[in-house]
Structures are given as C-alpha cells and as structure tokens.
C-alpha cells in the first residue's frame, strides 16, 4: 500500500468548511484513497473513498487531484461533532487479508 | 439500524484466564475482520473472513482464535489472556474482499484490560 502523509493536527471554526489534506505520491493507479474518521471511544467511521474522480456523499467530498498524487477531504459544514481523528488511506487492489493500514491521521478540532 | 453490533463493551481479565468477543453484523456483508488498537497507534488487523467458511491470519494472530459462525456472526477467543493483550478490539464487515471498494464498517470496540 501507498503511504500516506498528513499533518497531525488542525483547527477550524463550526459552520467552516473543513479541509484535511492527505500527500500520496507513491500512489498506483489501481489504488483507492479513503477516508475514515475516529471519533474519541468509538470505533473507525468510513466517510468516503474514491479512485481518480471527484466523489461527495452526504457526509464530505473528496477532490483527488489529477496526478493522484494527492487529495483532500471537504467537510462541507464542520461541526462540534465532527471533531475527531481523520485518516487517509491508499489501499492496493489485493491487500493482504484486504486490510486497512491506518497511519497517523489528523486530529481535528473544531472549535465554535 | 444496528450495522456490526460488538459484545462485552468492557472486561477485565485475570492473566490466563479465557474469553470470548462476540461480533455480528446486520449488513449481509461477506467478509468479516479482527483489529486492536494499542493507545496512541493504529488498528493492526489480528484475523479476516473473506467469507462464510474461511479465516486467515492477519498481522498480529498469535494468542487468538477466531470462529466464523455463520455469516452474521464472527468471534474472537483469547484462550489464555496475557496483559500484552490489553487493549481495543474492533470488529468490522464489508461487502466482500475481492476489490479494493469495499469499505469496512466499524463497530464500537471492546475495551479489554488483562491484569
């Protein structure tokens, strides 16, 4: 799997949108970037995944950029619940026992 | 709307003592996963079912087994528990395995303290 590299931490105020940037340059053309949050106490959340296309559910959007070599996570509308620890992940096609490989994520604030 | 439903919540063993985490979910979802989390680190992934019928080892098997029951349900047993296995334990499901578009969904962990 590619590795991934975000910053450890930041803040950002209730009702802004929220932008978690996430550096993959090593990443395959057949690897898929998601991303999971993990709210204190609970377990991963899954928000997104995407392969080379722009994708946006109910929760964010994620703008890959057009090299793939990296990405961002849009919370559209941040709120207090929101804070939490964001991971970016590149999976490659056959993982071993398709497992996730969680690296550090970000830690998001937000504060009002 | 349950999705991967995790008992006990909490438990606190004695060294050598044996139990079991129960994990089912309720997405008719093939595939089925074992992780733990170590304070301030990441989920590293114990044992899989890719489907109903099969287990295999992940990155850190040893002092666990694990049984797919059936396709809703899918256990974890420490037979003898060390306080090296102190930690959270999650379990996820997704869709299937065979594809990198498969999102795993978490439930909300089992905290084990082994003393």
């Known amino acids: 799997d590619a590795k991934t590299t975000q910053p450890p931490s930041m803040d950002c105020a209730e009702g802004r949108a929220a932008n978690l940037p996430c550096n993959h340059s090593?990443?395959?053309?057949?690897?898929?970037v998601y991303w999971y949050r993990q709210i204190h106490s609970q377990g991963p959340q899954y928000i997104i995944h995407g392969l080379k296309n722009n994708e946006t559910n109910e929760m964010a959007s994620l703008i890959i950029t057009e090299d793939r070599k990296s990405s961002t996570l849009i919370l559209p509308h941040a709120t207090l619940r929101d804070t939490a620890v964001y991971y970016c992940?590149?999976?490659?096609?056959?993982?071993?026992?398709?497992?996730?490989?969680f690296g550090g994520g970000t830690r998001v604030l937000v504060k009002p | 709307n349950a999705g991967v439903t995790q008992t006990p919540k909490f438990q606190v063993l004695k060294t050598g003592q044996s139990m079991t985490l129960q994990c089912a979910q309720d997405m008719n979802h093939n595939s089925m996963y074992w992780y733990r989390q170590d304070p301030g680190m990441g989920l590293r992934l114990i044992y899989y079912s890719a489907s109903e019928g099969t287990t295999d080892k992940g990155e850190v098997p040893n002092g666990y087994n694990v049984s797919r029951l059936n396709k809703r349900e899918f256990s974890l047993r420490l037979e003898s528990a060390a306080p090296s296995q102190t930690s959270v334990y999650f379990c996820?499901?997704?869709?299937?395995?065979?594809?990198?578009?498969?999102?795993?969904?978490f439930g909300d962990g089992t905290r084990l303290s082994i003393l």
């Open positions: 992940i590149v999976r490659a096609l056959k993982a071993a026992g398709n497992k996730l490989t």
């Open positions: 090593t990443i395959s053309g057949n690897e898929y």
């Open positions: 996820a499901s997704s869709e299937g395995w065979t594809g990198p578009s498969q999102p795993q969904h």
